[in-house]
């Protein structure tokens, strides 16, 4: 079975600390996998899309890896501010799979002034 | 603007109660999605459709229906026979099927009377 997990469910550090998020996947057959944000009662924003035959994407503070071999991704977040608070989710496309993403639960992330 | 709209942002349904959900885009994307989010849980998908007048069903689409009339809208119907209907309903849409980035929009809450 497919399955995307994100751990931990939350997750809290002060400002300015530069963290890292945890997205891991069952079936190493990943054709591309996304990175969301969602802020309480909105919709998804899309952060990054990693596609299989790459290793990481960067935007500005954000940095996402793709370790197929393992069956993990992580988004870095560098100089994290109170306006990074928000709820970040993964979504895996497995190949054989059109058009459909496979999402994880999401980390609740809070920044602290 | 570009986007996806949603509408209503909040839908209230009594027991028995057929009621419709709108998805529009003027992105001129192919690809349309509807997908399911209760608390604590990732998003999980209904309905996609690839082309106008083609549907097929996600991973949970039992009790709910929809049609794809026109490339720009992709309403979907929560039939009586979804009996857990209260949830968090996300539209999106991308150019195809073909692992490009799903962009979404602000949802509707879907709460029984």
């Known amino acids: 079975k497919q399955e995307v997990t994100q751990i931990p469910a939350a997750l809290s550090v002060p400002e300015g600390e530069n963290l890292v998020l945890n997205c891991s996947f069952t079936d190493s057959a990943i054709y591309n996998l996304q990175w969301f944000r969602q802020d309480p009662g909105k919709g998804l924003t899309s952060l990054l899309l990693?596609?299989?035959?790459?290793r990481e994407q960067t935007s500005g503070r954000l940095n996402a890896s793709l370790d197929k071999s393992s069956g993990r991704s992580t988004l870095y977040i560098a100089a994290s501010q109170p306006g990074d608070s928000a709820t970040y989710l993964c979504?895996?496309?497995?190949?054989?799979?059109?058009?459909?993403?496979?999402f994880g639960q999401g980390t609740t992330l809070q920044v602290k002034p | 603007d570009g986007g996806i709209t949603q509408s209503p942002k909040y839908l209230f349904r009594k027991e028995g109660q057929n009621v419709t959900l709108s998805c529009e885009q003027n992105?001129?994307?192919?690809?349309m999605y509807w997908y399911r989010q209760d608390p604590g849980q990732g998003l999980r998908l209904i309905y996609y459709s690839q082309i106008v007048n083609d549907f097929q069903k996600g991973d949970i689409a039992e009790g709910y229906s929809v049609s794809r009339e026109k490339k720009e809208s992709f309403p979907l119907t929560v039939t009586s026979a979804q009996k857990n209907p209260t949830a968090f309903y996300l539209c999106?849409?991308?150019?195809?099927?073909?692992?490009?980035?799903?962009?979404f929009g602000p949802g509707t809450r879907l709460l029984v009377l």
């Open positions: 992105l001129n994307h192919d690809a």
């Open positions: 999106a849409s991308s150019k195809g099927l073909a692992g490009e980035t799903q962009y």
């Open positions: 979504a895996a496309r497995f190949s054989g799979n059109t058009g459909k993403l496979i």
């Open positions: 990693i596609q299989s035959s790459q």
